[in-house]
């Protein structure tokens, strides 16, 4: 005889065995005990959490001759019967028989009466794959079944159940399991097989099932395959295809300091190691995940279901590591995660992504920008000061200014050197007749203001921009486009093609619009900045303006 599977050999024959669902087996049991059944019963929840299971203890239960405590006592005749699988406790697989048909059969037993049991009890598995004719001739009888008819469905997508029927049953919501209560269950278990798996292997277990009891034993099952009755955590890792911890943090240590070569030749090791890469993918995934949650929540043990020990190490990582690197780091792992299966070559993709989260250099994202000024801003001082600065800056063959005001600073910056020099007018010669009396004095009229050419404005502005960029690269995006055209005196007109005033709007908001005035401050001291919309040029015009340059005034 073949040997069972753990799961079906050690599965709950009790409401007190079902694991980690006390708040649907203490309800259970008070209504068996008080003798409150009700007609139908909804369990629904994620795959190896205890519904079928449930579904048969409660089947059980309701047919106990002597139920102790609302649990059945195993040792009556009913509960040998519904154990060994009786007429009267009927289960269905909704996927096989989901026609019309199927459910006018099953109403057609309801009719009769148990042959050997209290109650008839209709276990529908997977009740959400009926056809809608079916549900439509199930719901008068779901509604009054005959008083010895019970009706239990069980389903892993309650929201494809029409509303009509979820109303007419008592809904119970099977939670995933914890890290916690699968690796007690796992040991208890095995306990019984005379087995032993290693405590970090029952935690690799444990996380791998993804909070379903069935899928942690079916994992034991593999692993007491591979390597017999006891069980190693490098048995473990061979026998699911994961990878070690240390890998996974020496991948992630690669990727959050930019060394690319160190991150490839990581996935490298994985791979020569025969490794699955879409598991290691979902590993690296959460280990980011850990990594994210440590830095923005602290200590967060019971949100990782992890060690203390491993909690130490996420936060020692988290702490040297800049928020934004981890949470790109992390979108571009599930972003190339989602589109693994569509690569013949799986490797390929990966050390792409990997490269890319190195070196963000050409990723135009905010998340990539985010990155790459949070990598700057981790570089220490003296290897920024020290770093050479290639600033293209243009170079004036003008004169100097000349009167400048004693007020205005010196520059010592090309732009000063472009300016125009303002030479004194001579006086006009005296007439040569009488002179008449002089008229009262008029007030001396103000000088105009000095106009720049319009290199200047855009020099200064290009200059402007930069200083923006290390001040605040998002607002930098705002003006990245826009150009300096016009300086009069202390006015610098900034213009933005006239497609994009929604970025001049957002460059003119307050915050945004102080940190621009802190750049064009150190910039150009006592500098005052006005924004406009660039005209819409003719045909003519936008030709003449490619042949003869931007800086050609159209009159």
């Known amino acids: 005889m073949a040997r069972r599977a753990l799961y079906r050999e050690y599965r709950p024959e009790t409401f007190k065995e079902v694991v980690g669902q006390d708040h649907i087996t203490t309800i259970l049991k008070n209504q068996v005990r008080e003798g409150k059944i009700s007609h ?44 060994a699988g009786s007429a009267d406790v009927i289960e269905i697989d909704a996927a096989s028989n989901n026609g019309v048909d199927n459910v006018r059969s099953l109403i057609e037993q309801a009719q009769f009466a148990p042959l050997e049991l209290k109650y008839r009890v209709f276990i529908i598995d997977e009740v959400h794959m009926l056809s809608t004719a079916a549900f439509n001739a199930l719901l008068k009888t779901l509604e009054e079944p005959p008083a010895h008819v019970l009706f239990i469905l069980a389903t892993t997508e309650p929201q494809k159940l029409p509303a009509t029927i979820v109303s007419r049953c008592q809904r119970f919501d099977f939670h995933r399991l914890s890290i916690a209560h699968i690796i007690a269950n796992l040991t208890a278990v095995l306990k019984k097989a005379g087995a032993s798996i290693d405590p970090n292997g029952l935690r690799l277990i444990a996380r791998a099932a993804d909070g379903g009891m069935r899928d942690a034993l079916s994992l034991a099952d593999q692993c ?3 390597a017999g009755n006891t069980v190693s955590e490098q048995d473990v890792y061979n026998a699911l295809g994961t990878v070690s911890g240390e890998t996974l943090e020496r991948t992630a240590q690669a990727l959050l300091t930019g060394s690319a070569p160190d991150a490839v030749r990581a996935l490298d ?79 390929i993709p990966i ?87 002089a008229p009262e004095p008029e007030p001396e009229p103000k000088p105009e203001p000095v106009r720049a050419a319009s290199s200047d404005a855009e020099a200064i502005w290009t200059r402007a921009k930069t200083k923006m960029m290390e001040l605040n690269p998002m607002v930098f995006m705002y003006a990245k486009d826009s150009r300096g055209t016009e300086l009069v005196g202390d006015l610098l007109t900034v213009e933005f093609p006239a497609s994009q005033e929604s970025k001049m ?18 910039v150009r001291p006592g500098t005052e900045l006005r924004f406009r919309l660039a005209q819409l040029l003719n045909a003519n015009e936008e030709k003449l303006k490619e042949l003869f340059g931007s800086s050609l005034t159209i009159k």
Not at 313 to 336: N, T
Not at 505 to 522: D, P
């Open 351 to 437: 050390e792409a992504a990997f490269i890319r989260i190195c070196r963000p250099v050409d990723d135009q994202s905010f998340a990539a920008l985010e990155s790459r000024v949070a990598a700057l801003e981790q570089r220490p001082a003296a290897a920024v000061a020290a770093a050479p600065v290639k600033a293209e800056e243009p170079v004036f063959d003008g004169p100097p200014m000349l009167d400048a005001p004693p007020e205005e600073p010196v520059f010592d910056d090309p732009w000063e050197a472009s300016r125009p020099a303002q030479t004194e007018q001579e006086p006009e010669p005296a007439p040569a007749s009488k002179p008449e009396p």
């Open 505 to 522: 709007n957002g460059l003119n908001a307050a915050r945004n619009l102080q940190v621009a005035k802190e750049a064009i401050e150190a």
């Open 40 to 83: 139908a019963y909804l369990f629904c929840g994620s795959r190896g959490t205890g519904k079928t299971s449930s579904a048969k203890i409660l089947a059980r239960a309701v047919n106990c001759l002597s139920p102790k405590d609302g649990e059945p006592c195993m040792e009556c005749t009913a509960c040998r019967l519904a154990l």
């Open 224 to 226: 007491l395959s591979f």
């Open 269 to 347: 090791e994985v791979v020569a190691n025969g490794r699955d890469l879409g598991v290691f993918l979902g590993d690296l995934a959460r280990h980011f995940r850990a990594l994210l949650l440590s830095k923005t929540c602290g200590d967060c043990a019971e949100l990782l279901d992890c060690t203390d020990d491993q909690m130490q190490r996420y936060l020692k990582v988290a702490k040297g590591a800049d928020e934004s690197r981890i949470l790109y780091s992390l979108e571009q792992i599930l972003k190339v995660q989602s589109s693994l299966k569509l690569f013949p070559a799986p490797r």
